[in-house]
């Protein structure tokens, strides 16, 4: 059993930054793909940025060149540092892992989730 808890959310103006923590109870060692996704009110959730257990990542289109993410498996977490944020970033943003190498870019592929952290950028 896994269980994740988010940090770093907040509120910052746009062309500000943000980093996201993923903190994970148990070891997420080199073995479990991991995926930050976010979801606006109304709004499906998607995935921003996922990364494999060898590091190699994968970001959705609006996000490339201004978001990063990255894993310190020693310290169980992996992170989400956000530059250059847009008002059209605002949404819950969770992270979410599963017991496979590969990740995905489908919600319902991951078998935990963290609780979520609320992301608001401001014009």
């Known amino acids: 059993q896994v269980q994740l808890a988010e940090s770093g959310g907040g509120l910052v103006q746009a062309g500000g930054s943000l980093r996201l923590s993923c903190a994970a109870s148990?070891?997420?060692?080199?073995?479990?793909?991991v995926g930050w996704f976010r979801q606006a009110p109304g709004k499906q959730r998607d995935a921003v940025a996922t990364?494999?257990?060898?590091?190699?990542?994968s970001y959705d289109d609006p996000v490339k060149g201004r978001f990063t993410i990255s894993r310190d498996n020693a310290k169980n977490t992996v992170y989400l540092q956000m530059d250059n944020l847009k008002p059209e970033d605002t949404a819950v943003y969770y992270c979410?892992?599963?017991?496979?190498?590969?990740?995905?870019?489908?919600?319902?592929?991951?078998?935990?989730w963290g609780q979520g952290t609320q992301v608001t950028v401001s014009s």
């Open positions: 148990g070891s997420i060692s080199n073995i479990f793909a």
């Open positions: 990364i494999r257990s060898d590091g190699r990542t």
């Open positions: 979410a892992t599963r017991r496979v190498i590969f990740p995905s870019v489908f919600a319902y592929d991951y078998q935990y």
